[in-house]
């Protein structure tokens, strides 16, 4: 079976952070960095971003790159004889099926936003209209399910016309119309009256409020925030690694990546903050941020409908670009391990994950009554924990021992894959670091998902 290659580099970086520019990127960065101190808590955040993303994107793009597989078969390529590294193709595998069990639900929500902020639903409404506008989306079971169903269709749809002809072609035009939006938004943001409040929240640095949300909070967060922003440890990144060529050193690419990611996060703050400031409507975190917070900011807004509309298409191309990544990781898995075609692949999934988005769309209606973590707790809940809490920290544990350990791939190996080609060289140097610090990170960070859940 011959093995598609990115037509070019900007393809790879632009679909590879497509994977990794998720939903989290805007309701989730944008108001812990205000919580936490501003442009203080962003400096932190880079910094682990550095010390603790980098490494584990450049082990999983080395990798894909050296195997020419999916996560599905690339431990079997690479490990030694007799050795059981195999075994963490379930974690992978698990973890990008379970992922798209609730993110193109998500990716729904933003597509119906998009529709209904095309047509005026939100015009004239107050805000606890508003809020019940995205309750009574939740109510609406066959609404959601259709949403979700046109989402998983479409963009296995994306992936069945192949690498180069789909993926790389639409998830290259829609990731420039991401950040072109984006562009747009923030220059709308910071040309408001009245801006000046929410510009100085989000990016002053604040130690005060560091100090108050506690220093080892605030590091927790940006630790977090680092590990979690990139989906690293479920193989979804080293698919990619698979499909380029041997003509440029990792490192410099898996910055590229990274770069973009922090971009996008860092750009949707300026979108948010000085709108929600200069309306006085107190930003929120999570799905509350993006479905009740901010349709009340376009209705304050002079032509907010049309803003309103063009953020939530940048919305529905941010969750879009993450689930083509993830679906063209998971047909890869099929024809890894069953030789199949890509149509073949393509449909037969968007069946598999149609059915089980559904336990998710449920649990905010017809399945509320399950509250797995107690009083209004979701399904969504206990699937995001299972990928976030669990399989992306024991993932990357598993890629970072691979990478390093005499026992698994070994350092030498991965050193002479990651610096073939040209550009920036992965430094020997830091193999300590790599081999003995990082994992034990990763380990506090699983551990502190735990404490954080249920202490």
Not at 77 to 84: A, I, Y
Not at 131 to 158: N, W, Y
Request: a positive charge.
């Amino acid at each position: 079976m011959e093995r598609e290659k990115f037509s070019s580099r900007l393809g790879f970086i632009l679909i590879s952070a497509g994977c990794a520019i998720g939903l989290g990127n805007v309701w989730r960065f944008p108001y812990i960095v205000g919580q936490y101190g501003g442009a203080a808590f962003v400096l932190i955040y880079i910094l682990f971003l550095i010390i603790l993303g980098l490494p584990i994107v450049v082990m999983e793009f080395a990798v894909g790159r050296a195997s020419q597989k999916s996560a599905a078969l690339s431990f079997d390529v690479l490990e030694p004889k007799g050795t059981k590294w195999h075994w963490a193709k379930y974690i992978a595998m698990a973890g990008n099926y379970i992922l798209m069990m609730f993110y193109t639900t998500v990716g729904g929500w933003m597509m119906i936003y998009f529709i209904k902020m095309a047509k005026g639903d939100f015009a004239g409404l107050n805000a606890d209209q508003v809020a019940g506008e995205f309750s009574s989306m939740l109510a609406d079971t066959k609404g959601m399910t259709i949403a979700m169903a046109v989402m998983v269709v479409g963009c296995f749809g994306i992936c069945a016309l192949g690498l180069k002809n789909g993926v790389e072609s639409i998830t290259k035009v829609m990731m420039l119309c991401l950040l072109g939006l984006m562009v747009v938004l923030v220059v709308h943001s910071l040309t408001m009256k009245g801006n000046s409040e929410g510009l100085s929240f989000y990016l002053k640095p604040d130690f005060g409020k560091m100090k108050e949300a506690g220093l080892g909070n605030v590091i927790f967060a940006a630790l977090g925030q680092s590990f979690f922003t990139l989906s690293i440890g479920i193989g979804s990144l080293a698919i990619f690694g698979s499909f380029i060529g041997k003509e440029r050193r990792l490192l410099g690419e898996a910055i590229s990546v990274t770069v973009l990611d922090t971009v996008v996060a860092l750009m949707s703050g300026l979108i948010i903050f000085p709108a929600c400031f200069a309306f006085g409507v107190q930003p929120d975190s999570g799905p509350n941020l993006i479905f009740i917070t901010l349709p009340n900011v376009f209705n304050h807004m002079a032509g907010g409908r049309i803003w309103g509309t063009l953020f939530f298409i940048f919305m529905t191309f941010a969750a879009i670009s993450t689930i083509v990544a993830v679906f063209q990781n998971i047909i890869t898995f099929a024809r890894d391990l069953t030789g199949c075609s890509i149509k073949k692949a393509a449909w037969i999934n968007a069946a598999v994950i149609i059915v089980l988005s559904l336990p998710c769309v449920f649990g905010f209606n017809i399945w509320s009554s399950i509250q797995p973590f107690g009083a209004g707790s979701t399904i969504q809940d206990l699937e995001d924990f299972i990928v976030s809490n669990n399989l992306l920290p024991l993932g990357s544990l598993i890629y970072l021992m691979f990478c390093t350990s005499r026992y698994g791939w070994g350092f030498d190996n991965f050193m002479k894959e990651v610096n073939t080609g040209k550009g920036m060289k992965f430094p020997r140097a830091i193999r300590f670091y790599v081999k003995w610090i990082l994992p034990v990170i990763v380990l506090v960070i699983f551990i502190q998902g735990y404490w954080s859940k249920f202490a």
